[in-house]
């Protein structure tokens, strides 16, 4: 906030890098879809979600107690994931191969 | 910014970006809304104690078109009546004036919230006429009812229902950014956060809270438009979906969002507290550090709602013990309310009366709450006339008693003039007494056994006693209904024939009561500075018995200088 001089981020390689990501991903998916690989293509997503963040959604350039908001939203959403394993999916008895 | 320039009709008072008409806009709308949930009320309670008779106003209500009168009664109530009122309209009203500032932080946006706003209440209330009904799933919306078309008879209802919700969704958003940037930006010189108002508080921590429970509300709600109508299955076990997931989502939203309500009721409370029992908050900053422990603890107690729907047994007990954790801090926060009236010189007006039944009535709300947070006892009472009067004794406590509390304390800042104390006073009473006669049959029907979602209790053996309980309740709320007379005529007589009230009726501290009531656009005739906390009533010494934030210290030097003379 405090320096309004530029501090852009190169929007298009950003961009590209995103756009190669996915492609990546898709590729992967194709290939198999097996533990390992669906793991892969989650850490792919999040390295696009923090470029996202960063990048086009300005966290960069934003002052800490934004980014102390979005880290509060990620601690939020790793206790809904938590709280959510047990039912959805662990689904003991619910289905077979369970 | 620009001050005082003549504005046409429709940039003065439709298409406003003045956070002032905007609040009004969202209180006048939240009363309207008010009132249609409190036809809906009564409509039920209706066919609850004479079912199947015709209902003066409304004709005989058809199973399926009961569905939909609940459904509509809790979604208007809390989404349409409680967030704009105490969240957007006392919001807007008072973050931008207890910190100083001349507007919210961002206009137009402002502007943008409130339209937004307005156009889900046209698509909630189109909900009504379309082929079908209005949603009939409850005001929960819960999957498989919600989820297919033939599980509850409605189809474009319940479409339109998600959509109007997705729609506020989004106005209450855009509403939270501001009032989150207004209150921590747009402070005066001179007020720390640690300065700032009770109120400013806990709409800040009611807005972050709401910001960050949302999502996976949305999230769960796309899903749901999607699996009635592109024939996904994330509900559906045929599918392999689970509606069990919905619940998840919906309470995991559901529950910070009754202390998205609760919080700006609690400082609406704080402000008339003080400035009728001429004391200092007792324990500031212990209150503000335990409504950030209980929005923090909220995201971690939702599944108490589900302790009867096939919820993992492991999760039963941790969600038990957060439950019951959370009522600490709210405990700790309503008894710093009451000792701050210890040794007070309490000056009964009606805002001061509603913030005090306030307490007392929120206090049966909150311990029966303790007693439905147990697993084992939730299990008896779950669904039942217990549990609705349970949240009625929170959230009528919360949206109307803090509301009318508001509303009589703050009408100056919004009209210029005082209501009058008189007819306020049988609006209390009448609300006071019809409230409780409403609801306390409903625990004891509960205790019966009687389900909240059953049309006619007396098709039920054991439920035929407590017919008698059921035409009590139903008085009450026509009783309550018949006590808003009096407020609804007092509020708009007294826009014209009210008492002028100048700046500071009440003698109270905080910033809004420095300017003008109405403030005049741009709100400040000076810029204003904040020279102490918010709360400084009856200093001891001489002298009035309170010191506003912007009264710049007296000139004390010279008395201090004289005694310090004779002392040396
Ligand atoms: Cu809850």
């Known amino acids: 906030m405090s320096e309004t001089t530029e501090h852009r981020s190169n929007y298009f390689m950003v961009f590209g890098i995103l756009v190669a990501a996915l492609a990546i991903s898709l590729a992967l998916a194709a290939v198999s879809t097996g533990p390992i690989v669906v793991a892969a293509i989650f850490a792919i997503a999040t390295v696009k979600a923090y470029l996202v963040l960063t990048h086009f959604i300005h966290l960069n350039v934003e002052p800490r107690f934004i980014k102390v908001l979005v880290i509060g939203l990620l601690a939020v959403l790793t206790v809904l994931y938590i709280g959510l394993v047990p039912d959805i999916v662990w689904v003991f008895g619910r289905m077979e191969g369970a | 910014m620009s001050h005082g320039e003549p504005e046409s009709f429709v940039r003065k008072y439709i298409f406003s970006v003045d956070h ?104 909630i209330i189109a909900s009504f006429f379309v082929p079908g009904g209005a949603a009939g799933g409850g005001w929960t919306a819960y999957p498989p009812l919600s989820g297919t078309v033939h599980a509850s008879g409605v189809n474009w209802g319940m479409n339109l229902w998600i959509l109007a919700v997705a729609l506020e969704f989004v106005a209450f958003l855009i509403g939270g950014i501001n009032i989150i940037t207004t209150g921590i930006n747009m402070r005066v010189p001179g007020m720390s956060m640690w300065d700032l108002p ?94 950030i422990s209980a929005g923090l603890l909220s995201f971690v107690v939702w599944a108490h709602h589900q302790f ?49 039944a306030m307490i007392a009535l929120f206090m049966i709300g909150g311990v029966t709450g303790v007693i439905n947070g147990s697993a084992a006892a939730d299990i008896f009472i779950h669904d039942t006339y217990f549990v609705v009067a349970h949240f009625h004794y929170t959230l009528v406590p919360i949206v109307f008693f803090a509301t009318f509390s508001g509303i009589y304390f703050w009408y100056p800042k919004l009209f210029g003039r005082l209501m009058n104390e008189g007819l306020g006073w049988v609006h209390f009473a009448g609300t006071f007494f019809f409230f409780n006669l409403t609801f306390i049959p409903q625990f004891a029907l509960g205790l019966m056994g009687h389900h909240r979602r059953i049309a006619n209790p007396q098709i039920f053996e054991f439920l035929r006693d407590g017919q008698g309980l059921q035409v009590l309740s139903t008085i009450g709320v026509i009783g309550l209904l018949a006590a808003q007379v009096p407020f609804v005529y007092n509020f708009f007589a007294s826009m014209v024939r009210g008492k002028p009230a100048g700046r500071n009726p009440w003698e109270a501290t905080t910033l809004e009561w420095a300017t003008a009531s109405p403030p005049p656009h741009g709100n400040f005739d000076e810029p204003q500075t904040a020279y102490r906390g918010p709360y400084v009533y009856s200093p001891p010494g001489e002298g009035p018995d309170w010191i506003p934030q912007f009264e710049p210290p007296a000139e004390a030097l010279e008395p201090d200088t004289a005694i310090s003379e004779t002392a040396s």
């Open chain 2, 308 to 356: 009867v729907s096939g919820l993992d047994p492991r999760l039963a007990f941790p969600f038990s013990v957060t439950t019951i954790l959370i009522s600490v801090p709210f405990a700790v926060h309503l008894f710093a309310f009451i000792a701050t009236l210890y040794k007070a010189s309490i000056r009964f007006t009606v805002a001061m009366a509603f913030t005090l």
């Open chain 2, 198 to 291: 009770l109120f400013v508080w806990e709409e800040l921590i009611a807005s972050i809270v709401f910001l960050l429970a949302v999502g996976p509300l949305i999230a769960g709600a796309v899903m749901l438009l999607l699996d009635r109508s592109f024939g996904t299955g994330f509900y559906a076990p045929s599918a392999g979906g689970d509606p069990l997931l919905f619940q998840h989502l919906f309470w995991f939203f559901g529950h910070p969002e009754v202390y998205v309500l609760l919080l700006p009721a609690l400082g609406i409370m704080g402000e008339v507290l003080c400035a009728f029992s001429r004391k200092t908050i007792f324990g500031y900053r212990t209150i503000v550090w335990s409504v």
């Open chain 2, 20 to 123: 002032k008409v905007i609040a009004k806009q969202y209180m006048i709308t939240g009363l309207f809304m008010a009132l249609l949930g409190g036809f809906l009320a009564y409509a039920l309670r209706s066919q609850l104690a004479w079912p199947g008779d015709s209902i003066v106003g409304l004709g005989v209500i058809a199973p399926h078109a009961y569905n939909s009168v609940v459904t509509l009664h809790g979604t208007i109530m809390v989404f349409w009546v409680a967030m704009p009122i105490l969240v957007a309209g006392f919001g807007n009203l008072l973050v931008p004036l207890m910190v100083g500032a001349e507007d919210m932080a961002f206009p137009r946006l402002n502007m943008l919230s409130y339209w937004v706003f307005f156009l889900s209440t046209i698509v």
